[in-house]
C-alpha cells in the first residue's frame, strides 16, 4: 500500500500547524465563525445537531493495521469509544472538542492519515473498489490510479473552491463495486478492442436533490492521458458551473442543462489544449507510484483446500458465512472476507475502539496487516488463506463482525440521520436497527436473497436511498417525521434510480411497509429472481395495492 513520501508528510504536518492557529485564533474570538467555517470546513470539520464531526479520510478505503489502532486511540481519547465509517470509505467521529481538534489531527498524522479536503467545496475522499488488487473479476487494480488522483487533486491551486463539492470513484472490474456511476467523475477501467488497457470516463452522477445517473463522454481513454482529461473536465465545470445556486451548483446539473454531447465537445475541445503540455505523468512516475502495489508475496496454495471444505461440511454456521461473507481471490488458496459492521440491532456502519483494535490484531495475523473499508459501510480482510478462515471466523465471533448478511436486507446503508445532523428532517438509525431486529432470522434473510435497503436522514442522501432497492427518506411532515419509499434503484454496472411509490409512512409504520413491499416479492418473484428483477419486472403497481389498496 501507498507510504507518504518526504513531501506528503510535510504538507500533512504543515496542516495541522496552520489549523492549530485558526482554532486558536477561533477560541480567543480573532476569528468569527462565518471566518471560520471554511477553513474548519477544508479540514474535515463540520458542526453538527449537537457537537463538531470529524471526517478522517481514508483513501480509496485502504489502511494499515498500524492507522486503525490510531483510529481507535482518537475514538476513545477525543470522541465516545466509537467511530462510523461512511459511504465515501472514510470514518467520522460524532463528538470531538474544538481545543482539542489540532491534537487529534497531530496523531493522524503519526501514521500518515489526515482529514484535509473531507468536507467544502473541493475533491472529496476519491473511492474505488474494496477489492482492487485481488479481486477474480478485475481487469487492472484501481487503487493505482486512485491514488494519482489522490496526490494531483490534494489542495490543486486551480480546484480548490470549486463551484460545489466533487466526488470521484473508480473501478477496476466489469462488475461496479464502487456505484462509479452515481459520481460526479466515474472511471471504469477497460480493455480496448487491440487489448490495451484505458478507462471509460463517465461524469455528472449523483444524488441528492436531484439524482442523476453518469453519462459516459468518453469510451475509451488512454491510461497516460487520465490527468490531463480530468482537468480538461475540472476546467469546463469551474468556468461553467453554477456558483448563484447551492442547488444547481453540481456538475450533474451542467451536464444536464447542457446536454451530454454538448458537454463531451467542450471539454475535448479542452483537452486539446491541455493534453501536451505537461500535466499527465511519466510512465517512470506512474510505475513508481504502481510499485507501491506490487502484491504480496502469496504462499503457493491449491485451489481447492479440502480443509476448508470439510470444516463447511461440519459447521453450518460457519457454511453460511462463509457462503455469504467471502469473495473469489484472484490467488489460489485464498479468499477476500467481509467483516459485517451490521449485527442485528446495530448502528449501520458503527465500529468501538475495541473492535478495531481488536480488528488491527486479526489483520496482522490473517491478512498480512491491511484493512479496507467499503462503500457500503463494511471492512474487508483482502489477503486470507482458505485454511485460517474458520479460525478467523471464530475471533471474528467475539466481536460480533461474523452476521452472514452481505447484500441481505439487513445489510443496510444508513446515514446518521437526525440523531446527529442539523441538516436531517428523521431519524435513520433507529429505523434502520427496528429493520434488523425485524429480519433477524437468517433463514428469512437468505430466502428473501439478494436486496440491498438504504436510507437517508434527509434530501441530500448521504445514504444513498436513490440506489437503494428499497430506499427509505426520512421526511418532515408539520414536526413529525415521516419516511418515503423508494423503489427499483441500483448503485451497481445497471445503475438506476429508485421511484416514489405513495405517499410516506409515519415511524411507526414505515418498517410494516418495508415487510409488505417484501411480502409482494416474495409472492410475486420468480425462480432465481432477485427483488431487483422482480421490481423492474411487475412494477409498481403490486406494491401500491398492498401498501395503500385499491385505487
Known sequence: MYRYDEFDQTLVDERVVQFRDQVQRRLSGELTEPQFKPLRLMNGLYMQLHAYMLRVAIPYGMMSSEQLRMLAHIARRYDRGYGHFTTRQNIQYNWPKLPEVPDLL??????????????????????????????????????????IIRQWSTLHPEFSFLPRKFKIAVTGSPNDRAAVRFHDIGIVIVEGDGGEIGFEVLVGGGLGRSPFVAKTIRDFLPKQHLLSYLEAILRVYNQLGRRDNLFKARIKILVHETGTEEFA???????????????????????????????????????????????????????????????????????????????????????????????????????????????????????????????????LTAIAMTTPNMGLITDTICCPGLDYCNLANARSIPVAQRISRRFADLKLQHNIGELRIKMSGCINA??????????????????????????????????????????????????????????????????GERFLDTCRRIGPEPFKEKLYGAH
Open 106 to 147: 497531530a496523531d493522524l498524522a503519526k501514521v500518515q492519515m489526515n482529514a484535509i479536503q473531507t468536507s467544502g467545496n473541493s475533491f472529496r475522499n476519491t473511492t474505488a473498489d474494496q477489492y482492487g488488487g485481488v479481486a477474480a473479476d478485475e481487469i487492472e487494480d484501481p487503487r493505482i490510479w486512485s491514488e
Open 462 to 527: 448521504c445514504g444513498h436511498h436513490h440506489a437503494g432497492h428499497i430506499g427509505i427518506l426520512g421526511v418532515d411532515r408539520k414536526g413529525e417525521e415521516y419516511y418515503q419509499i423508494t423503489l427499483g434503484g441500483s448503485g451497481a454496472e445497471d445503475a438506476s434510480i429508485g421511484k416514489v411509490i405513495g405517499p410516506a409512512f409515519s415511524e411507526d409504520a414505515v418498517v410494516d411497509a418495508v415487510a409488505t413491499v417484501v411480502n409482494v416479492y416474495v409472492a410475486k418473484r420468480k425462480d
Open 265 to 395: 465537445r467542450l471539454v475535448e475541445d479542452e483537452w486539446a489544449q491541455i493534453k501536451d503540455a505537461g500535466v499527465d505523468l511519466s510512465v517512470e512516475e506512474v510505475g513508481r507510484i504502481k510499485a507501491y502495489f506490487a502484491p504480496p508475496v502469496y504462499e503457493a496454495l491449491d485451489a481447492d483446500v479440502a480443509e476448508f471444505r470439510a470444516q463447511r461440511d461440519a459447521d453450518p454456521d460457519f457454511d453460511l458465512w462463509a457462503g455469504t461473507n467471502l469473495a473469489p481471490h484472484r490467488q489460489p488458496g485464498y479468499a477476500i472476507v467481509n467483516l459485517s459492521l451490521k449485527p442485528e440491532g446495530g448502528p449501520p456502519g458503527d465500529a468501538t475502539a475495541d473492535q478495531m483494535d481488536r480488528v488491527a490484531d486479526l489483520a496482522d495475523t490473517f491478512s498480512l496487516g491491511e484493512i479496507r473499508v467499503t462503500h457500503e459501510q463494511n471492512l474487508v480482510f483482502a489477503h486470507v488463506r482458505q485454511a485460517d478462515l474458520h479460525e478467523l471466523w471464530t475471533e
